[in-house]
């Protein structure tokens, strides 16, 4: 039994948003049915992160400082956050305070958060028959995160090629045994641990320090680390995506890069094992026109040189792109030729095997010294335009509430904002309330232009029609494009038919998060698109509307069909 559940579980449940935490005996929103005597809760747990205090009323210097390394403590033991029960003895009695000594003590509690940089929210006011009270408060420490520097870098490859098992050497510290152990950190489902392949798109930090050190899950003091802990201590951050290599797959692939936006691309390859879907990854990168380079692994097993690899992947790679030179880094020398915006000229190729750990202190290096290249002026102008979070993902957790993942390409978002997503089926929006932020699975306050993140959303009207696709925009934000027929400039880069792409042809089209089939309903001033053609068309969505701007990029597929393009207009429903 746990404190809530000795209250009426219909009380409200919300975060405090005031800035100071009081207590008043005409608070009676937040007040409970009167509760016995006899209420009691379990003894204060040794470990975990529930704090007990019957009250904090005017600590000496001595004693609150030994109450907040009492706090720091029980915030490490719940990742950051951590649940103090004010008015209750260690071993569970509920005496409750008076209304003034509980301000008092929430006015102390929240001094000791203040200097851990956490922030304090009572989630329960309750009333005992004596007349005195008890409170929950949730105390949550946020990292201040705006000064760390991240790029998101999707891997790509075929199966077997090692992405999942790349991450896990860099990320956990750890060399493979051969046989995947180094892999099983990425899973997300079972059936990837029995098979060796991944079938979703799976997440993973690795940070730096200002002198270039690795920080990862594994360390020189043997401390338990966790996200948040990397992130505290790195002032550069890189957040790898790892995507599935199966053909079956390959939608949720596509959707990832489209959906995420990575800044970067690392195209895996097994040496000696260039085929058919390496051909496709590299088709893909290019329509997204993503920075990569090239990560050959499983050197420990056959040298890419003795096998050709090398010489196929240079004639490979100079069939997608003639302006770049393929260059292989084989010491720290070799990073001289990528200085100085020479990068661009580039494309870097990294021999490493996850075994040995041949050539990965190269890939580190590499790592730490790459930039996600966006203006400093044009980060600020974004951050001054309302605000544009698209949905990728859509989770609901029990006693939590909906959680939405996914990319804010504008604007900054807070908590406690007030915000709308959306379109439902008919291009309506809901409102809602953020009622947490996570980046990196550590809590932070707010998200700013290019960030991904997860966002708790607590809605006014919960609806079982919440999708990836949606966007999340301001409650005052006027501006709900919702349409079913947009105008695109597109160019076909590759299809199965001579005859070449007609008025009525239906695809899967990719723009941004959105994921969805649309047909043509017209080609301007010519009955066909054949490949390598470009033409402006018409689409329509079949399904639903969606929220679609001018000058979104686009990709669409339908087997071996794939083209690319730019929407030039839009047709929005409230103006049909």
């Not at 609901?396 to 993942?405: D, K, L, W």
């Not at 689409?539 to 001018?550: A, D, I, N």
Request: charged letters at 25%.
């Amino acid at each position: 039994m746990d404190f809530l559940s000795l209250f009426d579980p219909s009380s409200d449940t919300q975060t405090d948003e005031t800035d100071t935490e009081t207590f008043s005996s005409s608070d009676t929103d937040s007040i409970d049915k009167y509760l016995p005597d006899t209420a009691k809760l379990p003894p204060e747990p040794e470990f975990g992160n529930i704090e007990y205090k019957l009250k904090l009323i005017n600590p000496s210097k001595q004693r609150l400082d030994h109450l907040v390394t009492q706090m720091k403590w029980r915030l490490q033991e719940g990742d950051g956050e951590c649940f103090y029960q004010i008015g209750v003895s260690d071993n569970g009695t509920l005496h409750g305070l008076t209304v003034e000594d509980m301000n008092l003590s929430l006015n102390t509690l929240k001094l000791m958060a203040s200097q851990l940089c956490a922030t304090t929210a009572v989630l329960k006011r309750k009333i005992l028959s004596t007349g005195k009270s008890c409170c929950e408060v949730l105390v949550r420490k946020f990292s201040d995160i705006r000064n760390i520097e991240e790029i998101r870098i999707s891997l790509m490859g075929s199966v077997d090629s090692g992405k999942s098992s790349l991450i896990g050497v860099l990320t956990q510290g750890e060399l493979d045994n051969g046989r995947g152990k180094a892999r099983l950190n990425m899973f997300r489902h079972f059936h990837e641990i029995k098979t060796g392949r991944t079938s979703c798109v799976s997440h993973e930090v690795l940070g730096f320090d200002e002198n270039g050190n690795v920080i990862n899950y594994k360390n020189k003091y043997n401390e338990m680390m966790t996200a948040e802990k990397i992130g505290e201590r790195s002032k550069k951050l890189i957040s790898f995506m790892d995507l599935a290599g199966h053909r079956r797959y390959m939608k949720t692939t596509i959707q990832a890069v489209s959906g995420y936006a990575p800044h970067f691309i690392s195209l895996v390859i097994a040496s000696g094992s260039l085929n058919q879907m390496t051909i496709e990854n590299l088709q893909i990168i290019k329509a997204f026109k993503i920075p990569f380079f090239v990560i050959l692994t499983k050197i420990d097993m056959i040298s890419p040189h003795e096998a050709g690899t090398i010489k196929q992947l240079f004639q490979l790679l100079n069939d997608v792109d003639k302006n770049k030179t393929p260059l292989v880094i084989e010491s720290t020398n070799d990073f001289r030729l990528l200085e100085d915006g020479n990068s661009k000229n580039y494309i870097p190729i990294f021999c490493v095997s996850n075994v040995t750990g041949a050539g990965l202190n190269l890939v580190q290096d590499y790592l730490y010294k790459l930039s996600p290249n966006i203006n400093e002026n044009e980060r600020k102008r974004l951050e001054k335009e309302s605000p544009e979070f698209h949905i990728d993902e859509i989770f609901r957790v029990q006693g939590v509430g909906t959680i939405f993942g996914g990319l804010n390409l504008k604007g900054i978002i807070y908590e406690n904002m007030r915000v709308k997503v959306g379109p439902g089926p008919n291009g309506e929006f809901y409102k809602g309330v953020i009622k947490s932020i996570h980046r990196n699975k550590f809590p932070c306050k707010e998200i700013r232009p290019n960030q991904s993140a997860s966002i708790c959303l607590s809605l006014n009207d919960e609806t079982p029609i919440l999708r990836s696709g949606m966007v999340l925009i301001a409650d005052n934000d006027e501006c709900e494009l919702s349409s079913v027929f947009f105008q695109a400039t597109v160019a076909v880069i590759q299809h199965s038919s001579s005859k070449g792409i007609k008025k009525g042809f239906q695809t899967t089209v990719h723009m941004g998060s959105i994921r969805q089939t649309a047909v043509f309903e017209g080609i301007f001033a010519r009955d066909s698109l054949k490949a390598n053609e470009t033409g402006s068309c018409l689409f329509r969505f079949l399904v639903r509307p969606e929220f679609v701007k001018v000058g979104m990029s686009l990709l669409f597929r339908d087997g071996k069909t794939k083209g690319v393009g730019v929407v030039t207009q839009i047709f929005p429903l409230h103006d049909a």
